[in-house]
């Protein structure tokens, strides 16, 4: 049973540059969530889908924008690329609200 | 507002050490729930345990334990007999049920077990 599939691994991309983020959920589950990890901190919350709309948003600006499909995968873009975008983008898969799975993540180097 | 606070940045032993890691959190709610997981150098985060508020029990799990006392509001973890595999960046975090599913992390503790 495979667990949350995340691709690409790495990234690097020139700053204004667009990005896309891509997620397979846990056989299973129906929700994917999205977040931030900026080196040597915690992660930081982007969104949840479910259904195939966004249910919650954190504190991050339009620029982040994303997608859920009927199969329930995942996609995280990113418009115009800052230096400050880089990390590792982890998703994290569940069933509703119940335990989440979490990807190896995506790490994203803008230059 | 919730907050996850692990004051420990990073903690150094050696091999076969007992280590304990602490997590300080906040929340108005009754009903949440808290978490702590394992984050190797790979980047994957791994759950390791889940406790609702009701639950004041604490855990064993082979070397692993946690001590949940919510009148000092702490869910510290405890590693017996620590290894060189668990070396690796522990994260505790928080939902409780006004956060609206959100994950509330900590900013991590490093651990380095030196062989």
């Known amino acids: ?111 | 507002a919730q907050k996850v606070t692990q004051a420990q940045t990073e903690i150094s032993v050696v091999e076969k050490e007992d280590v304990t890691l602490d997590c300080v959190y906040e929340t108005r709610d009754t009903t949440y729930y808290l978490f702590w997981y394992k984050q190797p150098p790979s980047g994957e985060l791994v759950f390791l345990i889940r406790r609702n508020s009701f639950d004041e029990q604490n855990e064993i799990s082979g070397r692993y334990s946690w001590n949940f006392q919510k009148s000092t509001s702490s869910f510290n973890f405890t590693i017996t007999a620590s290894q060189v595999v668990d070396s690796a960046v522990y994260f505790c975090a928080l939902i409780a049920m006004d956060s609206n599913y959100q994950l509330i992390w900590g900013a991590g503790t490093k651990l380095i077990i030196k062989p």
């Open chain 1, 1 to 111: 049973d495979a667990g949350v599939t995340q691709s690409p691994t790495h990234l690097i991309k020139t700053r204004g540059q667009q990005v896309t983020l891509r997620c397979s959920p846990k056989s299973g589950h129906d929700t994917v969530s999205w977040y931030q990890q900026a080196l040597g901190q915690g992660p930081q919350f982007i969104f949840q889908y479910y259904e195939e709309e966004e249910r919650q948003r954190g504190n991050f600006p339009d620029r982040f924008s994303g997608h859920q499909f009927p199969n329930y995968s995942s996609e995280l873009n990113v418009n115009a690329l800052l230096l400050g975008d880089s990390a590792l983008y982890l998703c994290a898969s569940s069933y509703g609200t119940g335990l989440y799975t979490f990807g190896s993540g995506t790490r994203l180097t803008v230059v």
